[in-house]
């Protein structure tokens, strides 16, 4: 893995933990470490009782695997969807915050590229067991691929 992929793992790692720590203070009723703007979505989530805390919490344990460098492909699919849901807020609700969320997207969809190979085997219509795992035979998956 290059310097490129390297620098965006750990700035990708770094802004997850950040906004997770933010968003956990929040939830925990404190100040917010770093002012955002906070939409009336965000007290939607919050009220639910659980939503805003899941999604905080896994965006601070994908954010801290990233900064370790471990199970990357799998945090990336992970944080797939709150990046989506990132974008779309600062698209459609608040602009002033697309800038922040196009730089995640692309750092984002960046990593994704480094570890496509990774991603291969999913992105089969009819996978096998050896496409996953091409040590294996088909004596150790009976009846599989027929």
Same mark, same amino acid.
């Given at each position: ?10 700035? $990708?790692? *770094?802004? /997850?933990? =950040? ?9 925990? &009723?404190?100040? !917010? #470490? ?11 989530? $919050?009220? *639910?009782? /659980?939503? =805003? ?9 994908? &954010?801290?695997? !990233? #900064? ?16 989506v849901n990132i974008v779309g807020l ?6 002033? &915050? ?7 997207l692309v750092l984002q969809l960046y ?36």
């Amino acid at each position: 893995m290059g310097k490129m992929a390297h620098a965006s793992r750990l700035l $990708l790692g *770094t802004i /997850f933990v =950040l906004a997770g720590v933010n968003g956990l203070w929040f939830v925990a &009723g404190w100040e !917010l #470490l770093f002012q955002v703007r906070v939409d009336p979505i965000i007290y939607g989530m $919050l009220n *639910t009782g /659980f939503m =805003l805390t899941l999604e905080k919490v896994t965006e601070l344990a994908c &954010g801290i695997l !990233l #900064l370790a460098n471990r199970y990357v492909p799998l945090v990336l699919v992970v944080l797939a969807p709150i990046v989506v849901n990132i974008v779309g807020l600062h698209l459609f609700r608040d602009p002033a &915050g697309l800038p922040q969320a196009l730089l995640v997207l692309v750092l984002q969809l960046y990593l994704v590229r480094v570890h496509w190979q990774s991603y291969r085997p999913l992105l089969r219509a009819r996978p096998t067991p050896t496409d996953v795992f091409p040590e294996a035979t088909d004596s150790q998956f009976p009846g599989e691929g027929r």
